[in-house]
């Protein structure tokens, strides 16, 4: 009894450029997997592995697709190295029938621009309704950024906690200049502020975690299950910054998560809706400590039948079915 495999590669442009500390960004590629199971039925997962972040390149997994085309035993589709792990998520959700996700409404932080574009943006959202708030850091001179952080944090509303996510930007004094700065302010956590590789990067960061009250965010350093579980491990005080769409088998990652009752928040790689799905259904399942949803990033493609819901402060699993895969799977032939 074997499935049957597809794929389709897509390149669809965002909205507008996203810009990191990684530079400039405009069009999203990857690929969606379609997959026949033995009774007929079929399932959908995306692949959409991010540059420069540690998994397999979209080339990789696309061999990968190409190699199990057509009739494929289970026991191949399981047998994907591990480091694939943006392909094995894709075919472990076309592989599930799950049912519906349980019912419920997390909260999401809203995504600000960098630089000063924030101070504008800012007000608006939290209009909208939203009180954890995101802001890329790392971009600009730190001189500049650290100078902005003060008016930004005015624009907010009273009790509003503010993110910010240095994308590993930082040399060690800059971190710890923004680490002191942020641990007298309402920031809920700093993401990844020095790089995830190099020589002692891990110590590095295990040294601020502990000089700083301010918590810090791991996410370019959490790419894979072994990554997670070595920071496991090392009895990481800090929060997990989670795309479940990298992960591989972000189904046991989480478990493993909820077990060490760490603090976890459930962010998006910038996905389209197919594979979000599978990621916000972790996030809805998650009975651990409840952190806001780095899910705030729709409408972000130029063609909005690939986003998710528009971002609101809250979002509730229900909007999560309202896309249907395989017409979207038909979309990109
Ligand atoms: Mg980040």
Same mark, same amino acid.
């Given at each position: 009894?074997?499935?049957?495999?597809?794929?389709?590669?897509?390149?669809?442009?965002?909205r507008?450029?996203?810009?990191?500390?990684?530079?400039?960004?405009?069009?999203?590629?990857?690929?969606?997997?379609?997959?026949?199971?033995?009774?007929?039925?079929?399932?959908?997962?995306?692949?959409?592995?991010?540059?420069?972040?540690?998994s397999?390149?979209?080339?990789?997994?696309?061999?990968?697709?190409?190699?199990?085309?057509?009739?494929?035993?289970?026991?191949?589709?399981?047998?994907?190295?591990?480091?694939?792990?943006?392909?094995?998520?894709?075919?472990?959700?076309?592989?599930?029938s799950?049912?519906?996700?349980?019912a419920?409404?997390?909260?999401?932080?809203?995504?600000?621009?960098?630089?000063?574009?924030?101070?504008?943006?800012?007000?608006?959202?939290?209009?909208?309704?939203?009180?954890?708030?995101?802001?890329?850091?790392?971009?600009?001179?730190?001189?500049?950024?650290?100078?902005?952080?003060?008016?930004?944090?005015?624009?907010?509303?009273?009790?509003?906690?503010?993110?910010? $996510?240095?994308?590993?930007?930082?040399?060690?004094?800059?971190?710890?200049?923004?680490?002191?700065?942020?641990?007298?302010r309402?920031?809920?956590?700093?993401?990844?502020?020095?790089?995830?590789?190099?020589?002692?990067?891990?110590?590095?960061?295990?040294?601020?975690?502990?000089?700083?009250?301010?918590?810090?965010?791991?996410?370019?350093?959490?790419?894979?299950?072994?990554?997670?579980?070595?920071?496991?491990?090392?009895?990481?005080?800090?929060?997990?910054?989670?795309?479940?769409?990298?992960?591989? $088998?972000?189904?046991?990652?989480?478990?493993?998560?909820a077990?060490?009752?760490?603090?976890?928040?459930?962010?998006s790689?910038?996905?389209?809706?197919?594979?979000?799905?599978?990621?916000?259904?972790?996030?809805?399942?998650?009975?651990?400590?409840?952190?806001?949803?780095?899910?705030?990033?729709?409408?972000?493609?130029?063609?909005?039948?690939?986003?998710?819901?528009?971002?609101?402060?809250?979002?509730?699993?229900?909007?999560?079915?309202?896309?249907?895969?395989?017409?979207?799977?038909?979309?990109?032939?």
């Open positions: 009894m074997d499935f049957r495999l597809d794929h389709r590669r897509y390149a669809l442009s965002f507008r450029t996203i810009r990191t500390a990684r530079g400039a960004w405009d069009v999203r590629e990857g690929l969606y997997v379609r997959l026949e199971r033995p009774d007929g039925t079929v399932g959908f997962g995306e692949a959409s592995p991010v540059p420069g972040f540690g397999e390149s979209l080339a990789e997994a696309e061999q990968q697709c190409q190699a199990l085309a057509g009739p494929v035993a289970a026991g191949k589709l399981a047998a994907i190295p591990g480091r694939l792990g943006s392909l094995r998520g894709a075919l472990a959700a076309a592989m599930a799950p049912g519906p996700a349980p419920r409404s997390l909260a999401v932080a809203a995504l600000l621009p960098a630089g000063r574009a924030a101070l504008e943006e800012a007000p608006g959202r939290a209009e909208a309704g939203f009180r954890v708030f995101k802001w890329k850091v790392g971009v600009g001179a730190a001189d500049d950024e650290m100078a902005m952080l003060d008016d930004l944090l005015a624009a907010l509303p009273s009790g509003s906690k503010l993110r910010l $996510d240095a994308n590993g930007a930082w040399h060690r004094r800059a971190a710890e200049q923004w680490l002191a700065r942020a641990s007298e309402p920031v809920e956590f700093v993401e990844q502020p020095v790089p995830a590789d190099g020589k002692g990067a891990r110590d590095l960061l295990l040294g601020l975690a502990g000089d700083y009250p301010v918590p810090i965010g791991l996410d370019e350093s959490v790419v894979d299950q072994g990554d997670v579980g070595r920071w496991l491990d090392d009895g990481w005080p800090g929060y997990y910054i989670i795309k479940p769409s990298l992960l591989g $088998d972000a189904a046991a990652t989480v478990a493993r998560l077990a060490a009752d760490a603090r976890v928040v459930f962010s790689a910038l996905e389209t809706v197919v594979g979000a799905q599978a990621a916000l259904r972790l996030a809805f399942a998650w009975t651990g400590r409840p952190s806001a949803l780095g899910f705030g990033v729709w409408p972000l493609f130029a063609d909005s039948r690939f986003d998710g819901p528009t971002a609101m402060p809250f979002l509730h699993s229900d909007e999560l079915h309202r896309a249907d895969p395989a017409s979207l799977w038909n979309a990109v032939s």
